[in-house]
């Protein structure tokens, strides 16, 4: 049988063949977004096998054996680490056409040089080489960053955290990465769900205060944002499901505050209005300190209410959300933040297709401060959008809309150590899109342009994009 992955993986004609490996192959991962653990870094994780490196809270994973009727104990039950990998060997030839499938084989082959296709057949074999290899020295977490040819790793953390990790990991000399938070304060902001409250006590034990006001809760908000500051974030980013906006009056606000934090559901517009108006004072602290801005919005969570109890969040019971009203709230969230003279960098990631050609549209309004190139972007593919099709459409629909010369490329939104194969299958997605505009004769066959093209949203868009020094 022939190879599976091979040095022409997904690369369809010469041009994208000389595009991947001239230019995109070799190019540093500036990881933007993810969800790796900084105390798993700061610690230098070892990890026991194959199962806790590749399994553990990997949702893409649970979903796919889920689908493919593996009993729920060998997912994220009490079964063995050892039957959890036989459940997802088991598991990988019925992937066939998914991304999981892709993935799977090229991390096999990155970080363990195995090139067989993983299966029910020879899932012990594989366990085996696998663990052998992750007992060397030369596997622990941060070996497998720099091994992976990483630069930058922005955590995401919330407001509370006292980012100690991050303070050990950057007095460690050898290592070599800068590994920063990102500000994440969607409990700050979901002022109907459950977290809110006890939100508002964990920031009242930081700050040491009553947060008795709408007034002083903000002054907390943006106090957190100074501390994240002080130690070396550069970066926010917003979860939201849907967007909100809502016009509202100062006044409005300490009510709607009062009313939430006595445990009262208060309206949709109210809501919107306590949103808008923290979204807003929470985009001047980052425009003045020189902040990006991330918003996620799109996804619709805890469908399963069953598993929810049993599991809690993110156990992959999320989907996409049909919104229903994207355009007027989010020209009208980037417009309340432009009138205020506080639009900071934002990149913008929707997780519904259907409105890839909206948001690229609406980024070109708020193209506005000389100097910046692709201010407003359209973030990559995300989520459900990280596979071939999803970020083919993203390209293109950037491409149409705006200027895919500036794009800050992929992200790795992931909680694995070597799911930085991500970016290989984005460049070679890249690189053969690129590649196939040029043999059309779409593009020019410019080598200089191309690579600046190519080169830019490997790395060096997001190296410039991001207000952080790197050594």
Known sequence: MSQFIHDN??????????????????????DYHCHLSPQEIAENKKFKNITELWLSGDHYKW??????????????????????????????????????????????????????????????????????????????????????????????????DDLHYHAEIAKQENFGVKVLPTFRPDKGLEINHKTFIPFIEAMESVCDRELA??????????????????????ISDHGLGELPFATYDESELNYIYQAARNGKKVSQEAENKFKTATLVTLAKSYTKLGWAMQIHFGAIRNNNTKMFELLGPDAGFDSINDAGNVAAPLNGLLNAFEKENALPRTILYNLNPMYNDLVGSTLANFQTEAGIKGKIQFGSGWWFNDTKPG????????????????????????????????????????????????????????PALLEKLITNICYNNAKNYFNIDID
């Open 213 to 234: 006001t709408y007034e002083e809760y903000v002054q907390a908000l943006v106090e957190r944002v100074e501390y994240f500051h002080e130690k070396g974030c550069r």
């Open 63 to 160: 979903r796919a054996m889920r689908a493919n009727g593996i009993d729920e104990r060998y997912i994220t039950g009490d079964a063995s680490d050892k039957l959890k990998f036989a459940a997802w060997a088991e598991t990988v030839p019925s992937c066939l056409g998914n991304p999981l499938y892709h993935w799977t084989h090229l991390e096999l082959k990155k970080y363990f040089g195995i090139e067989e296709l993983l299966s029910a057949d020879n899932w012990e074999r594989i366990w085996d080489q696998c663990n052998e290899m992750l007992a060397q020295a030369n596997y622990s977490c941060q070996e497998l960053i720099k091994r992976s040819n990483v630069k930058v790793i922005c955590t995401t953390d919330d407001p509370v």
């Open 9 to 30: 993986f997904m690369l369809k004609n010469d041009t994208a063949v000389s595009l991947y490996h001239q230019y995109a192959k070799d190019m540093p991962i500036y």
């Open 391 to 446: 970020m083919i459409r993203q390209l293109n629909a950037l491409a149409d809309q705006g200027l895919l010369m500036h794009f800050v490329g992929m992200l790795t939104d992931s909680r694995s150590f070597i799911s930085y194969s991500r970016h290989e299958y984005f460049r070679r997605i890249l690189c053969n899109l690129v590649g196939t505009w040029v043999e059309e004769g779409e593009l020019p066959n410019d």
